[in-house]
Nanobody, 123 residues
Framework: QVQLVESGGGLVQAGGSLRLSCAASGLTFRNYDMGWFRQAPGKERDLVAAISWRDNSITYTDSVKGRFTISRDNAKNTVYLRMNSLKPEDTAVFYC????????????????WGQGTRVTVSS
């Protein structure tokens, strides 16, 4: 059974930092593209960042470029999202997801999802 378990969310003041982790089990992690998505209240779930399995190439949504960093540790079956200079508009539930060879920019491309971790940024 595949499981993706996120951790590291919480309440932080604007300008602060958090590091999210997503531990994967039940799949051959090194073969999967991994993505972080977020969903704010009343909004769609959107891609934040993705990292490929093949060459660790990375995609970020424009609003987080220069502030967020995605990384992966295949030995630990874990993907991370380092978030710096957080803004109130970053407030959302953050989800990690695993993708085996499909479109990485869309939620539809991902096979497995975590349960989400909430990030709240106060002004």
């Amino acid at each position: 059974q595949v499981q993706l378990v996120e951790s590291g969310g919480g309440l932080v003041q604007a300008g602060g930092s958090l590091r999210l982790s997503c531990a994967a089990s039940g799949l051959t992690f090194r073969n999967y593209d991994m993505g972080w998505f977020r969903q704010a209240p009343g909004k769609e779930r959107d891609l934040v960042a993705a990292i490929s399995w093949r060459d660790n190439s990375i995609t970020y949504t424009d609003s987080v470029k220069g502030r967020f960093t995605i990384s992966r540790d295949n030995a630990k079956n874990t993907v991370y999202l380092r978030m710096n200079s957080l803004k109130p508009e970053d407030t959302a539930v953050f989800y990690c997801a695993a993708n085996l060879g499909r479109e990485v920019l869309s939620t539809a491309g991902y096979h497995y999802w975590g349960q989400g971790t909430r990030v709240t940024v106060s002004s």
